[in-house]
């Protein structure tokens, strides 16, 4: 199966600092999706980057998407501390649903 | 906007005790699905069922039974806990492979 990571990390970083976090994934997807779990709440959907795109924007975050190295970035400029939280990103198989990598924990201190 | 309810918040049970978790969904989604989170890790799939009465196996499914009797309910038992199944369960729906929807959890604890 397919199988996203983000050679599992933990991020600290002092609020109003930029972070990059980077997946890999290993067979073709025609979407990558990023999450955002905050502590006792499941995943949520923060941005989407098709495979005919090599960025998108939504407010602070930036992900980018290059297919030939099958791997996917996901930037928040200007962290606050609400930004804290554990980010995966996701990579479809349309047969079950989608597959997620390890996570990163970003942990942002005011 | 839907809801994903999952039942119940915290579930405590025995080594060997068959356990039930329960989840139900407001957004009239087809599919959905049985996640096991184990702290550190990521997401991997138990069970998924993409219509009423149907189900499908995931990469983690042997140990767990699923039942999906109505489009907005999708059960999951751990048919003999063990203590190495401390974890959270994340139920979640989609109308397609795209998007999924995330109840909050149930973190279960064997003792």
């Known amino acids: 199966s397919q199988w996203g990571e983000e050679n599992l990390q933990a991020l600290s970083i002092q609020e109003g600092e930029d972070v990059t976090m980077n997946c890999s994934y290993k067979t073709y997807t025609t979407v990558v999706q990023w999450y955002r779990q905050k502590s006792g709440k499941g995943p949520a959907l923060i941005i989407l980057?098709?495979?005919?795109?090599r960025e998108k924007r939504s407010g602070r975050l930036r992900a980018t998407l290059d297919t030939s190295s099958q791997s996917s970035s996901l930037s928040i400029t200007g962290t606050l501390a609400t930004d804290t939280a554990v980010y995966f990103c996701a990579t479809d198989n349309y047969a079950q649903g989608l597959t997620f990598g390890l996570g990163t924990r970003v942990s942002v201190f005011p | 906007g839907g809801i994903i309810t999952q039942t119940p918040k915290f579930l405590i049970g025995q080594e060997g005790q068959k356990l039930t978790l329960k989840c139900q969904q407001n957004?009239?989604?087809?599919?959905m699905y049985w996640y096991r989170q184990d702290s550190g890790k990521g997401l991997r799939l138990i069970y998924y069922?993409?219509?009423?009465?149907?189900?499908q196996k995931g990469d983690l499914s042997e140990g767990y039974d699923a039942s999906r009797e109505k489009k907005s309910s999708f059960s999951l038992t751990v048919t003999s806990a063990q203590k190495n199944e401390m974890a959270v369960f994340l139920c979640?729906?989609?109308?397609?492979?795209?998007?999924?929807?995330f109840g909050s959890g149930t973190r279960l604890t064997v003792l």
């Open positions: 979640a729906s989609g109308s397609s492979a795209e998007t999924l929807y």
């Open positions: 069922s993409i219509t009423e009465n149907d189900l």
């Open positions: 980057i098709r495979s005919n795109e």
């Open positions: 957004f009239n989604h087809d599919t």
